[in-house]
């Protein structure tokens, strides 16, 4: 069974930082593109931001600048470095590894963005 287990979430001021943190296997961890998606109260779940297996990345517009997606090599991770957090960033975050029609997802962590 594939496992995606994330951690860092939390609440923080606007302007704030988070990192969030994504572990899985090494099978996972070295063919699948890994990435971030999340999804607001009332809202549909919306891309973040992907690293592929060779280490190129992607961004949604409104995060680019701000967040930045990366890998540990050492430790099976895909981390999320995300600053200059606002409001309009509280959702649940989830973590993706995707592979051609293959998705696997974790179980979402909460990041709150308020004063």
């Known amino acids: 069974q594939v496992q995606l287990v994330e951690s860092g979430g939390g609440k923080v001021q606007p302007g704030g930082s988070l990192r969030l943190s994504c572990a899985t296997s090494r099978f996972i961890f070295s063919i699948y593109a890994l990435g971030w998606y999340r999804q607001a109260p009332g809202k549909q779940r919306e891309w973040v931001a992907t690293?592929?297996?060779?280490?190129?990345?992607n961004y949604e517009d409104s995060v680019k600048g701000r967040f930045t997606i990366s890998r540990d090599n050492a430790k099976n991770t895909v981390n999320l470095e995300m600053n200059s957090l606002k409001p309009e960033d509280t959702a649940v975050y989830y973590c993706?590894?995707?592979?051609?029609?293959?998705?696997?997802w974790g179980q979402g962590t909460q990041v709150t963005v308020s004063s």
């Open positions: 690293i592929t297996s060779d280490g190129r990345t």
């Open positions: 993706n590894a995707a592979h051609f029609n293959i998705n696997y």
